[in-house]
């Protein structure tokens, strides 16, 4: 059985294709459009899948859409009946879309498909699985468990906001769900926005602005008091009531409401790049992110107190909190954790396809696939040498050919050590928002510039964002206190005591730039500033050639780790292409390019007078 799974209309729009319950390709439309988090429907996505699985759309046995737009629509015309008159403006803003197309989202999907082929037959095979389910769906089917408790925790969906599920076999029971307007999800996306970051975008520049946040002083607990005596109430399930005085989200054109939040914590909104960080938004949103973290916490205790299982499997934007998944595992909650790498609504096209699958067909779930069904993520197109020697020939590239992959790691990890950053292109691209070294920018963890060379002169962003570290698995325990793997680079986990530096007495009275740039370990590119990193962990049978390379890098410097971040600049999707690649690498201080077998010094390729900028082509996020 073949099933398209698609999501679309709403942020980071993909498609996937599902064969016999195997996952044969998965991407997300930006990686098309170059348009980050495009909500568009993902026709170029959906191409490429029906392209990689060999077939026509013709050929497809059924459709899933992520979620149920009529149950959407019935929320929010109840939510503005039961604000009115507020929201009068929000209300005329959005029912004109909804109006005009997605009430009718079966002739939208119908008419976007005609563009691959005739879509008549499959289209009486349209499914739309609840979201919440799609995710739960995501998570627990591509898992190597047949007995878990799911958790997937977001902003909203239709009416849930997070749920537990049971996943047993085949089938998934969904046992408690929160409803909008009360969401763990929006109440983090209210305070990114408050934090001068932008919703659906910025939540992880929080998540990595909290550790400057001074842990214990007065202003922290003042905050949490704060948020868990007037915003929020917070209940022993890890359910959460929010105050809708305070808030916007639910009619209105922003978050929150900006007077009534800076009367609370006694300063205004942040405005996005014209205002520098304080140490107020560090402390707020160290304050947030733990309470976010308790919240986690209770729910995954009900989760476990309502299913006995010794597996836990998360989706939803949520579970892209790596710090909350690193407390979490700690935790002992559950023995084993899984989490969706395309937690967010990407995946949500997964599940929607799983979930067709496996309940409304009723597949059987069989022996679960070890490690995973996911396959490293490594799921979109792959790149050919063809590929890229037309991109050469189109730009008058000059490069090397390594026809030996033992000599094209050998010869890169020499970059590496010399303190040069590679942009790095192989194989198949990922599916979800983390580069895992396909296409990745990679550096020297040894060196104390390289976080502030990669923030500043290639990455173009905020210099306070840390730099993550692709290990091998096997060395994994060495650098990091991290029992198991975590091959998704979705668990945050303390550097290992005998690479840390001391701090200095007054490091709690620094500044900003001055806890960044105090050199904290003996890996001071990938250590944040509280000695915490975010961790992948790489494995031979899923990425050899990137495990050969670290490898490699550990022969000449003996440190089993490099220095790896995604293959674009700010507000720039990852790249997808070799052109792609090779665009940001002329338009950035990068220094070299390999893109399969080839290698491009930047000393070599002949000035980029093109025009264009890349400040104008994408919108800051």
């Not at 396959?375 to 040498?385: A, N």
């Not at 990922?430 to 502030?452: C, H, T, V, W, Y």
């Not at 500043?456 to 905020?462: D, M, Q, T």
């Amino acid at each position: 059985m073949r099933i398209l799974g698609i999501s679309a209309f709403y942020h980071d729009s993909a498609a996937v294709l599902l064969q016999d319950g195997r996952i044969i390709a998965a991407a997300q439309e930006e990686r098309f459009t170059r348009k980050k988090h495009d909500p568009g429907f993902p026709v170029n996505a959906v191409r490429y899948c029906l392209e990689e699985g060999g077939i026509a759309l013709e050929d497809l046995d059924a459709i899933a859409f992520y979620d149920k737009p009529l149950l959407k629509f019935e929320r929010l015309l109840e939510t503005y009946y039961g604000f009115a008159p507020k929201g009068i403006a929000s209300f005329l803003k959005s029912m004109p879309v909804w109006m005009k197309e997605k009430l009718f989202l079966r002739k939208l999907i119908r008419d976007e498909l005609k563009e691959l082929g005739d879509p008549k037959r499959v289209m009486e095979q349209l499914y739309f699985p609840e979201h919440h389910l799609s995710h739960a769906a995501s998570a627990y089917y591509a898992s190597p468990f047949t007995d878990a408790a799911i958790l997937t925790i977001d902003g909203v969906g239709e009416w849930a906001t997070a749920s537990i599920c049971h996943g047993k076999g085949k089938d998934i029971t969904i046992l408690r769900e929160l409803q909008f307007p009360h969401s763990l999800g929006l109440l983090y996306s209210a305070f990114t926005y408050f934090c001068g970051f932008r919703v659906n975008s910025g939540e992880y520049k929080l998540m990595g602005l909290a550790p400057y946040g001074r842990a214990g002083s007065e202003e922290v607990e003042r905050y949490r008091h704060i948020i868990l005596t007037d915003l929020i109430q917070l209940n022993e399930d890890g359910s959460v009531w929010l105050d809708q005085r305070y808030f916007n989200y639910a009619t209105g054109l922003r978050m929150v409401d900006d007077v009534g939040w800076a009367k609370l914590f006694g300063f205004p909104r942040r405005v996005p790049e014209k205002e520098e960080l304080q140490q107020q938004h560090c402390d707020l949103a160290l304050a947030i992110q733990q309470v976010t973290e308790e919240v986690v916490l209770r729910m995954a205790r009900e989760a476990q107190r309502s299913t006995g299982a010794e597996a836990l499997c998360m989706a939803g934007g949520v579970a892209l909190n790596c710090v909350a998944n690193g407390r979490l595992l700690e935790s002992g909650v559950f023995r084993h954790l899984f989490i969706q790498p395309a937690a967010g609504d990407a995946g949500g096209a997964l599940g929607a396809a799983y979930a067709v699958h496996h309940i409304h067909h009723g597949a059987p779930r069989g022996s679960a696939v070890h490690p995973d069904a996911m396959q490293g993520g490594y799921l979109g197109p792959d790149i050919t040498r063809q590929d890229a020697e037309r991109m050469a020939r189109k730009y008058g590239a000059p490069f090397h050919h390594f026809p030996s992959s033992g000599e094209l790691v050998e010869h890169v990890a020499g970059l590496l050590a010399d303190g040069e950053v590679v942009g790095w292109v192989q194989g198949r691209m990922e599916f979800g928002p983390r580069a895992l070294g396909a296409r990745s920018i990679l550096g020297d963890p040894r060196s104390p510039e390289m976080q502030k060379k990669l923030n500043l002169k290639i990455k173009y962003r905020e210099s306070f964002r840390p730099f993550a570290p692709s290990v091998l698995a096997e060395d994994a325990a060495t650098y990091f206190d991290l029992e198991g793997t975590s091959p998704y680079m979705l668990l945050v986990r303390p550097v290992k005591e005998a690479f840390r530096r001391p701090l200095p007495e007054d490091h709690a009275g620094m500044g900003i730039r001055e806890k960044l740039y105090f050199e904290r370990s003996a890996l001071p590119a990938i250590t944040h500033v509280d000695f915490s990193a975010r961790v992948q962990t790489v494995h031979r049978e899923t990425n050899p050639r990137y495990w050969e390379l670290i490898q490699a890098f550990k022969a000449r410097t003996g440190v089993g780790l490099v220095v790896n971040t995604s293959f674009n600049v700010r507000g720039e999707p990852i790249v997808c292409t070799p052109e792609d690649a090779y665009r940001c690498f002329m338009r950035t201080e990068m220094d070299h390019l390999v893109v399969g077998d080839l290698v491009f010094h930047k000393t070599e390729q002949p000035a980029w007078e093109r025009t264009d900028d890349w400040k104008e082509e994408f919108v800051l996020d």
